[in-house]
Each structure stands twice: as structure tokens, then as C-alpha cells.
């Protein structure tokens, strides 16, 4: 099957663009204004001044589109804006408490419930202070039981609160499959429209250090199969804090899925309000060779392995995906076209992940455009192991990666 | 966050002195507005308040309760009491642990697995529909109780015809309330219309007594562009904003921590309204049931947890679901009042939902109503129960213990009915309904475009492509595909 779906939403919306938008350089300083043009998302988009745009007619709302996108002008996560103003430095984990103390104080419906998550702070601090300012009622610490206050969050949202759900460690979720597959994705739909879930799950997955199987687990690929839900992976302090507060915004169920490792990365922010559209990749390096599409951690791990390659003369385009379901095959389309060979790297297993879900949908969409299989890099269909050695072997290094692309650009 | 222990006023501390001397712990503690107070365990003998009156734990005082006041407010919390205690000149005969002093025993006793007897029933009326004399009820208006009887009928006729439309192959599936027409009208008319009903799937006399019209509840079962649900839900999945219903989801028990979640969500706008969540025998044995209860005592959230014990959960008796007396004494397990009404006593139900409403709101805690009936139909129009259980049981719930017969006598007896008046109702409804299913057998279904709506709030272009793919599917074999759906 062609690329049915984007085939006629990206060639028209090419033709509008600028003619130099694809030029490298340009990527870097205005990533914002090249997507702006693209096949609106269907989802609500938030403008600056704070107000719902939920008219989403994809055709006639190009022009809606580019004021909503300019919320702030985010060239790059690693380039300092000279746009914006200075903006302040923090760690991950901080940045998504601002987003969520932001939207807290924006909206007082929005409340947030798990376990620890009161005066304890949550267990990766993400939480910390909220309790002493909005009250213990709305930052509720809850019994341990995964299914039952994530049935309790689903139950708030069906009766007009926006209640941000903290599972300890994203495997815990487990527990809350039933509520999360069955009423979260589902009500909105088997009730015929009449009951909304503005919901946020959110938590820690991902393999840490030595943290041992139950607590290394990588969620993500047990739920993308569940309809009616929304699934973004943050990897920045810049896109937490927006996806965080997009993830709020949004009038579907969004899971969040931050990783264990990542919460005391560094990096400064702009001081303005802005959200990070959850449907969005983003364009972490453009290049000209290879497609690399990651997300969470492996990011890091493919831009280590991206200074080896560019040593070695590689130009490769690294595209954090950062929107798990569904898929941004806008922007993963517009770089096939463009280098013609897909790198997968992800923290899933090789069987049932995310990198499984995305070789497919590039295959079916746009294999015309491939020269090359796609090679996915995955960890290995095993339990995490807890000594150090064997938990390195089971996530994908840089050097991996970049005997990859060696492969692949043969 | 743990409030192991508040300080309580010197009178209050002193009571518990006096108590604790006595070798058993804590008992009824009025609550002290400002401060907190002991959170104390009744061991199970005789229960004094403050002024040593002894008071009987099942009735539903209002002047002496048990609670751990938390939430003060939304507001920001206010500092940490420590767990010590303060008083210094503390009785040396019990310990301080998280959750409050336990006084110490050399005796080694275990807590018997069950009382000598049940916990009583409570009803009001006897099997023949005659009002017990001095008992506590609350007083229904001829109004009220005429409105009730009707829409019992109603539900009976509903049930019957629904059921046999089935039958005749012209709805998939469908589930009775029989026997249990009691319960779900009776509740409903002592909520208001701002209570949030998290049904489970056998209270569709809920929805009926709040102004559900028959066509619409055909609709549902037909699965019609009219139905609110649009096509998505199995018959009888009811859901209906507008009438505060939440839309049935088949899955047993995940309603009541959704209950606690919406509880939670009036309790931060302080509504003046209660959730109430319904659940059989059999759902209780699921894990939501336990964290639901237990998160809805924790949060101190208006809930009325409605357990139907029918004795059946399809051919599972209740032997084979639970060890314990029933569901009313796991109340106790959480921290949560509860009591145990006879089901098909229309105005003993009235009368406990009533009162569980009142303590559910002005004291913002959850309360446990048991009330024990019978399934008298099969567990759905795919069980036959005879397979299981005895016929003559089976008959003698339907003839003799019947809610309905039984509510009919009393207001009969009362002079505010008539069997003139039975005959017109029975027919009317019976009308009502045979033109209800004909009107939405006839409604079209609903088209192509609703099996892509309402998954997100918008379309996303996975699913637009889909739908798109579909459609030209469709229209290229349309022999293959059903030509009476616009597509």
C-alpha cells in the first residue's frame, strides 16, 4: 500500500512551504515554522494566550495552525534561543514539576494522585512542594493500589477534573491495565461521546542502574495496542515541561512516559508558557545520510554514537519521536524521502516494541522511498538483569548504533 | 502521608484513660472540631460515648462515630502534629504504634472468624407487606410510594418483555433484574438527582425511576443511531449523562474505585451530593472491591457502596464466593459504617438509602449497604440457571418473597392503589414497550463514520485513514457488507 495517508496531506503542504524550509540550516534555527505547515493534528492545540483551539478542520486551518505553533519559539533543545529570553536552568525532573505546578495553578481542576506524591514529594521529587501549596486534597497521596487509583483518576475525569495519576515506576501500571485498557481508553467512546478522560498517567519506565526486571520495564509496548489512548515519551527538560503540560491540556487520556535515567539532565528553558504539541517528533539533529528515529534515553545513546559517525563522514538526521502513539509519520515520512535508510533504536524488546509498531508503519507507508531494510535496534526479548554487565548488553550502546549505520549506508 | 496520631483535647484524653483501664480500647469518640482525635479499635465489646451511655454499634447514631479528620480543606495543609503522644502521665499499659494507642493483654485470644450470629437484617415491612410495628423508617408521601410501585411494575414488564425479545432473536442479549426490582427503584427515589450513579449492570430501575424512557432504553438494547451510546455497547450497557448514570462497563467492580474518584471530585468542588455505586455478591471478591472501599475510607469520600446480595454470581453460590457473614461485616475491615437491609423491602431500602445518603455527605464518609435478595431470573439470556440451582428455590423467591407483590400489599392496604388501577398500569406499559421495540427495531443503526468517533476527542490521521480505507472497501463489495448502514 502507497503512502495513502500522507501522499496528499504532505505534498500539498510542501508546496506552501518556503522553498529552502528543508535546508539544514534553516531546521536549526525554525524547526517551529517547517512543522507549522504540516496536516494539522487533530487534537486540541493551545494557543499562547491560554485558549482551546478546537476547531480542527486539516484543511482550512493552516493559519490557525501557525499562530497556535508560535507559542514560543523553540529553535533546537541544545541551541540557546536568541529569540526568547533567558529562561532558567533545570533539571528534568524539575522542569516537569514547573509544567505541572504551571497547569495547576491554571486550571484548578487539575489535581494529581499517586502514591507518595504529597508531602513526600513523589518519589523522583517531581511532585515536590505541590502539596504544601494546592493542599493535600488536590496533590492526594493514595493506598498502593495501581488499579484503584487509576480507576479512581478515570473516575474524576468522567466527572470534570483533570487528575495527573503517578504510577511509582511505570511497571506498576501493570496493575492498572484493566482500568487503563478497558475504562480509560474506552469510555469516552462506548459512551457514546458523553463522558470525556482528560487524564495524564505518568511515571518512570525505561532500564535504570541495576534497578533489577520489575523495575526496568518499558511499558510503552504493552500499551500501544490500547485504543483511545495518546502515549509521549519526553527526553528534555524543554519537551517534559511541554508535553507535561500539553498531556494536561489534552481532553484525551495521555500516558507520559519519562525514563529513570533521565530526570537530572540539565538545560535551560524559556521563562515564557509554552507546550509541546503531543503529536510532534522533533528534529534533534537534521542530516542527509540516515534516518536514525529514537526516543527517551537511546536519544542520548544515538547522539553519542552521532559524533562517532560524523567523524566518519556520516551525515545522519536523528528524529526523537517523542509521540509513541500515534506516530508523527509526517516528519518520519519527510526524512525517508530525503535519505532513504531508517535506523530504529529503542530500549523495547525486539518482539512486540515500539520499534516493531514503527517499522511496519514505515514499511507500508513508505517503502518506495526505502533503499535499504530497515534495521531496528532493540533490547533483547529478556527479563532486565540486575548485574551491571549483563543490563548494559541488554540495552542498545553507541557503538551498536553506529556499526548500524555503517551497515546500512554500505 | 501518615496522621498516625493527633492530639486531642485533655477531656477527650482523659475518657480514653478511663476506657483504656478497663482493658478495652477506644469506643465512640466525638469528634473535636479543632483538633483531631484518637483513632480508636473496637475490639467489639460494648461501645459508651463520652457521657458512658451505651450505645448499640449498628444504629446509625449520628452523635458518635469513629473518623481521623484529614482533609480540613483544599487549602495548604497545616503543620504535622507529631505521632507521641503529649500527654505525659500516659497509662504505662499500652503503646503508642502508627494509628493509635493499643492497649496490651497477656491473654492470647484470637478474634473468632465469625460472630455467634449474623448481623441482623434490617426491614420494615413483613413478608406479606405488612408495616412492622415501631419500626424505624423513613415516612414515603403517596406520591412517592405510588411512583415507586409504578416503575417496579415498569421494570418487571421491561424486564419480561426485553427478555423475550431476545429470545425471539430480536436483541443479542439481555439481563432481568428480577426479584431485585426493589433495590434499584427504592434507592433511586431516596437520592437526588445530583447523586452520581456507577452502576454495575442489574440497576437499570435506577435509570428508569430518573425519567429514562422506555424507547430509550430499547434504543440501547437495539444498538440504534438513537441510542446515547451510539452503537458501541452491548445491550443493557445504559449510560446516560444528562441523568448523572455513568455508562455500564462490563468488567465487574471497576466501578467502585471510579466511585471513589468521583467522590473525590465533589469533595473538592463540596458538592452537596453523594456517589453511589452498586455491586453483586460476587463483584466483592474482586481486588477493586477491597481498594475501593479502602481508598473511599481513607479519603473520608461520600460514597454509598450498594453490595446487591442475590446469592448467585451466575452458578457461583455465595459459599463458594466468601467465608465471611455476608459483605456487610467487610465494612467494618475498612473503617466504613455499614448495615444489612432486607433487598426486597422496598421501604426498608428507601429508609437505609435515605440515612446512608444524609451520613454519606454532611459527614463525608463512605457507607456499606448489604441488602439481601435474590436473583429470581437466569443470570443473563446466555445462563439458564436451572442447571445449577433448584427449581422450587428458584419459585419460591418469585412467588413468596416477591418485592414487588410485597410493596403492592402495602399500598394497597394504605388505600393508595387499586388492582383497577394495576390492570391499567400493566397494560399502559406493556403497550408502551411492544411500540417502543417496534419504533427502534425500525431506527436505522448508526452509520459508518460513529466506529471512528469519540476514540479521541478528534480523529487522528491513523484513524482517518482507516475510515477512508473502509469506505472504499465497502463500496467496492457491497455485497459483502450490509446495505441497510449508510456508510
Known amino acids: ?410 | 502521608m501518615a496522621n498516625w496520631l493527633r492530639i486531642s483535647s485533655r477531656t477527650v484524653a482523659n475518657h480514653i484513660k478511663k476506657r483504656m483501664n478497663k482493658g478495652f480500647m477506644g469506643g465512640a469518640v466525638h469528634v473535636n472540631q479543632s483538633s483531631g482525635l484518637w483513632w480508636g479499635l473496637n475490639r467489639g465489646g460494648p461501645v459508651s460515648d463520652r457521657n458512658g451511655r451505651h450505645i448499640d454499634p449498628l444504629a446509625w447514631n449520628r452523635a458518635t462515630f469513629l473518623c481521623v479528620q484529614r482533609f480540613k480543606s483544599t487549602l495548604a495543609e497545616k503543620q504535622h502534629d507529631s505521632f507521641l503522644s503529649s500527654d505525659s502521665d500516659d497509662d504505662n499499659q499500652s503503646v503508642d504504634f502508627p494509628g493509635g494507642k493499643v492497649s496490651y493483654t497477656s491473654e492470647m485470644s484470637f478474634i473468632s472468624e465469625s460472630s455467634q450470629t449474623r448481623v441482623p437484617c434490617y426491614r420494615v415491612l413483613d413478608d406479606d407487606g405488612d408495616l412492622i410495628s415501631d419500626c424505624d423508617f423513613q415516612q414515603v408521601s403517596k406520591e412517592v410510594a405510588v411512583r415507586m410501585y409504578s416503575n417496579m411494575v415498569t421494570l418487571q414488564i421491561m424486564d419480561n418483555i426485553f427478555y423475550e425479545a431476545q429470545r425471539q432473536g430480536r436483541i443479542s442479549f439481555y439481563l432481568t433484574s428480577a426479584g431485585e426490582e426493589a433495590i434499584s427503584i427504592a434507592s433511586a427515589a431516596a437520592l437526588s438527582e445530583q447523586d452520581i450513579i456507577l452502576p454495575q449492570y442489574r440497576e437499570p430501575g435506577v435509570l428508569l425511576w430518573r425519567g429514562f424512557t422506555l424507547q430509550e432504553f430499547a434504543d440501547q438494547c437495539f444498538g440504534n443511531k438513537a441510542d446515547y451510546g451510539k452503537g458501541r455497547q452491548m445491550p443493557i450497557h445504559y449510560g446516560s449523562k444528562k441523568h448523572n448514570f455513568f455508562t455500564i462497563s462490563s468488567p465487574i467492580a471497576t466501578q467502585l474505585p471510579q466511585a471513589a474518584g468521583i467522590a473525590y471530585s465533589l469533595k473538592m468542588d463540596n458538592k452537596k451530593a453523594c456517589v453511589v455505586s452498586y455491586i453483586g455478591d460476587g463483584g466483592t471478591s474482586e481486588g477493586d472491591f477491597h481498594s475501593g472501599l479502602n481508598f473511599a475510607a481513607v479519603m473520608e469520600a461520600p460514597v454509598i457502596f450498594f453490595c446487591r446480595n442475590n446469592g448467585w454470581a451466575i452458578s457461583t453460590n455465595v459459599s463458594e464466593q466468601f467465608r465471611s457473614d455476608g459483605i456487610v461485616v467487610k465494612g467494618r475491615a475498612y473503617g466504613i459504617r455499614s448495615i444489612r437491609v432486607d433487598g426486597n423491602d422496598a421501604l426498608a431500602v428507601y429508609s437505609a438509602v435515605s440515612a446512608a445518603r444524609e451520613m454519606a455527605i454532611n459527614e463525608q464518609r463512605p457507607i456499606l449497604i448489604e441488602a439481601l435478595t435474590y436473583r429470581v431470573g437466569h443470570h443473563s439470556t446466555s445462563d439458564d440457571s436451572t442447571k445449577y440451582r433448584q427449581l422450587d428455590e428458584i419459585v419460591y423467591w418469585k412467588k413468596a418473597r416477591n418485592p414487588v407483590n410485597r410493596f403492592r400489599n402495602w399500598v394497597q392496604n394504605i388505600g393508595w392503589w387499586s388492582e383497577q388501577q394495576e390492570t391499567q398500569l400493566r397494560n399502559s406499559v406493556r403497550k408502551q414497550l411492544l411500540e417502543a421495540i417496534q419504533v427502534a427495531e425500525k431506527t436505522e443503526k448508526p452509520p459508518l463514520s460513529e466506529l471512528f468517533t469519540d476514540v479521541y476527542d478528534h480523529p487522528p490521521s491513523n484513524l482517518e485513514e482507516q475510515e477512508k480505507h473502509l469506505r472504499e472497501t465497502v463500496t467496492r463489495h457491497p455485497k459483502d457488507y450490509p446495505s441497510d448502514i449508510s456508510v
Open chain 1, 1 to 410: 500500500m502507497a503512502a495513502i495517508f500522507q501522499g496528499v496531506g504532505a505534498a500539498a503542504a510542501l508546496s506552501s512551504l518556503p522553498s529552502n524550509s528543508f535546508d539544514s540550516k534553516n531546521f536549526l534555527f525554525s524547526p517551529r515554522r517547517s512543522f507549522s505547515v504540516r496536516k494539522a493534528p487533530s487534537f486540541v492545540v493551545v494557543r499562547s494566550d491560554g485558549t482551546m483551539n478546537l476547531d480542527l478542520n486539516p484543511k482550512g486551518r493552516r493559519a490557525q495552525q501557525f499562530i497556535a505553533n508560535a507559542v514560543t519559539t523553540k529553535e533546537d533543545s541544545s541551541a540557546a534561543s536568541s529569540f526568547s529570553k533567558p529562561g532558567n536552568e533545570l533539571l528534568l525532573f524539575e522542569a516537569l514539576r514547573e509544567g505541572l505546578e504551571e497547569e495547576m495553578e491554571r486550571d484548578p481542576r487539575v489535581c494529581v494522585m499517586g502514591e507518595d506524591v504529597g508531602h513526600y514529594g513523589g518519589s523522583y521529587k517531581v511532585t515536590k512542594g505541590l502539596a504544601k501549596k494546592f493542599g493535600d486534597l488536590r496533590v492526594l497521596d493514595t493506598p498502593i493500589a495501581e488499579n484503584s487509583f487509576t480507576g479512581m483518576g478515570i473516575g474524576a475525569a468522567m466527572t470534570g477534573l483533570r487528575p495527573v495519576v503517578e504510577g511509582m515506576n511505570m511497571g506498576f501500571l501493570l496493575l492498572a491495565f484493566n482500568q487503563i485498557s478497558n475504562n480509560c481508553g474506552m469510555l469516552h467512546y462506548t459512551s457514546g461521546g458523553q463522558f470525556t478522560i482528560p487524564i495524564v498517567i505518568r511515571g518512570p519506565g525505561g532500564v535504570g542502574r541495576q534497578l533489577g526486571a520489575e523495575h526496568s520495564q518499558r511499558l510503552e509496548s504493552y500499551f500501544q495496542s490500547i485504543p483511545g489512548i495518546q502515549m509521549v515519551a519526553c527526553s528534555t527538560p524543554y519537551n517534559a515541561k511541554g508535553l507535561m503540560k500539553a498531556a494536561i491540556r489534552s481532553e484525551n487520556p495521555v500516558i507520559l512516559f519519562e525514563h529513570v535515567l533521565l530526570y537530572n539532565l540539565k538545560e535551560r528553558i524559556p521563562d515564557e508558557d509554552y507546550i509541546c504539541n503531543l503529536e510532534e517528533a522533533e528534529m534533534v539533529r537534521p542530516g542527509e545520510h540516515v534516518t536514525i528515529l529514537t526516543y527517551s534515553r537511546m536519544r542520548y545513546h544515538v547522539m553519542q554514537a552521532a559524533k562517532t559517525l560524523v567523524n566518519k563522514g556520516y551525515d545522519p538526521e536523528v528524529i526523537d519521536i517523542r509521540s509513541l502513539k500515534p506516530f508523527d509519520l509526517y516528519t518520519i515520512g519527510n526524512s525517508v524521502k530525503k535519505t532513504h535508510r531508517v535506523l530504529i533504536v529503542e530500549e523495547c524488546m525486539r518482539t512486540g516494541g515500539i520499534g516493531a509498531s514503527l517499522t511496519a508503519a514505515i514499511t507500508e507507508n513508505f517503502h518506495d522511498y526505502l533503499d535499504a531494510p530497515i534495521i531496528c535496534l532493540s533490547s533483547q526479548d529478556v527479563p532486565t538483569p540486575y548485574a551491571g554487565t549483563l543490563e548494559e548488553w541488554t540495552v542498545v550502546q553507541p557503538a551498536q548504533i553506529v556499526a548500524a549505520v555503517e551497515q546500512l549506508c554500505q
